[in-house]
């Protein structure tokens, strides 16, 4: 809060924050006409200028003084630190333009997440915080504000980089920066579950992503409901724009998927989950047999060691089937102990091999 201390102070005394220095890091043992020797000597670029007080700041155990310029300076030759008793003084001074560029490239950060500074402030619970007011407040001071308010946040807030959708149109033909339409569906599904804020405020953040046809739709929806959910939006987003594959075709492909030659067991699975999602998605399998119904595929489609097959068959027969998590961790662990049992058996001499190169030797 270096630069908090230089316009608080220059407040106090009265003075323009433009023309003055704070130069910390000053030993207590060292006096005032110490201290004037060493600034006479490393400031003399910077022309006339008044000491005007003195403090001592616990935090660094150490002094602070505050400077005066005299005369106007460029601000090019200010040094950012001198050398005096103890070692090194760093200067603290502010640029004419540095509350500008400051809010300037939070404005561009909030601007690339799809937020604005009164947006961000809202969300953290601190509904006075408007742009009218921001350009009032010091960097450091909103630096310290934010802080402030995300430590009190009622409730975690995301990571920024979700909080902005790719951009989708529905275009025939697709921008150089858009998604395809079910890479774009999946990542907004995700994240409008994730978002903690009203129905209202998704649907806007939504809306913030669409572009030509797509964003016709949206308004076209909300027409004929105003108080239609974000769900609701997707879904007509999945019949507009969505696969027009039919329930029998989804099901077919995901009964007729088979493991390729070289692959493995878990890279199938991984495969076959993809499909079957969206078999359940289109109702062509209902969606409380798709653990049984991923068990059987893998058991008919997959290659599986006898060992894997009778762990298997003993999880069918038993009952209730494992979930994709569970299947997933079933395979990994034989795949791995098949993998370790394979590397044993190389690395293993052959007992006859080794009798017989030893028993070479003490023949010569």
Not at 49 to 55: E, H, Q, T, V
Not at 156 to 183: D, H, Q
Not at 185 to 212: C, D, N, Y
Not at 351 to 358: A, N, R, V
Request: aromatic share 6%; hydrophobic share 40%.
């Amino acid at each position: 809060m270096a630069l908090a201390l230089l316009e608080d102070w220059c407040r106090i005394m009265s003075v323009d924050e433009q023309k003055s220095l704070v130069v910390m890091g000053i030993p207590v043992d060292c006096d005032e006409a110490e201290i004037q020797e060493v600034l006479q000597e490393t400031l003399k670029s910077l022309g006339r200028y008044r000491l005007l007080g003195k403090i001592f700041r616990k935090q660094d155990n150490a002094n602070a003084v505050l400077l005066e310029l005299m005369e106007d300076v460029d601000i090019s030759v200010i040094p950012s630190e001198v050398r005096g008793k103890g070692g090194i003084w760093k200067v603290i001074f502010k640029t004419p333009n540095q509350d500008t560029e400051f809010l300037e490239r939070l404005n561009l950060f909030l601007e690339k997440e799809g937020q604005t500074v009164s947006g961000m402030f809202r969300a953290l619970g601190h509904e006075g915080m408007s742009p009218a007011t921001v350009p009032c407040v010091s960097p450091e001071l909103l630096a310290h504000l934010l802080g402030q308010a995300m430590a009190h946040a009622p409730q975690p807030l995301l990571p920024m980089r979700y909080r902005k959708l790719r951009v989708f149109s529905g275009s025939a033909v697709p921008a150089p920066e858009e998604e395809p339409f079910e890479i774009w569906l999946e990542q907004a599904t995700e994240i409008v579950k994730e978002w903690p804020v009203a129905e209202a405020e998704k649907k806007r953040w939504l809306m913030e992503s669409l572009r030509g046809p797509a964003l016709d739709l949206m308004h076209i929806v909300q027409a004929d409901n105003a108080a239609i959910s974000v769900e609701e939006c997707l879904e007509a987003f999945k019949q507009v724009f969505g696969s027009l594959e039919s329930r029998r075709t989804s099901q077919v492909k995901y009964l007729k998927t088979y493991q390729e030659e070289g692959e493995k067991v878990s890279a199938y699975l991984l495969r076959l989950e993809t499909l079957l999602r969206r078999a359940v998605e289109k109702r062509a399998i209902p969606r409380n047999i798709a653990d049984q119904v991923r068990l059987e595929q893998v058991m008919a489609g997959a290659s599986l060691s006898e060992v894997l097959w009778c762990r298997l068959r003993e999880l069918k027969d038993q009952g209730p089937p494992p979930n994709f998590l569970e299947l997933m961790r079933i395979i990994r662990e034989e795949e791995e102990e098949e993998a370790s049992f394979e590397n044993e058996n190389i690395e293993e001499p052959d007992e006859g091999d080794g009798y017989g190169h030893w028993g070479d030797e003490a023949d010569d």
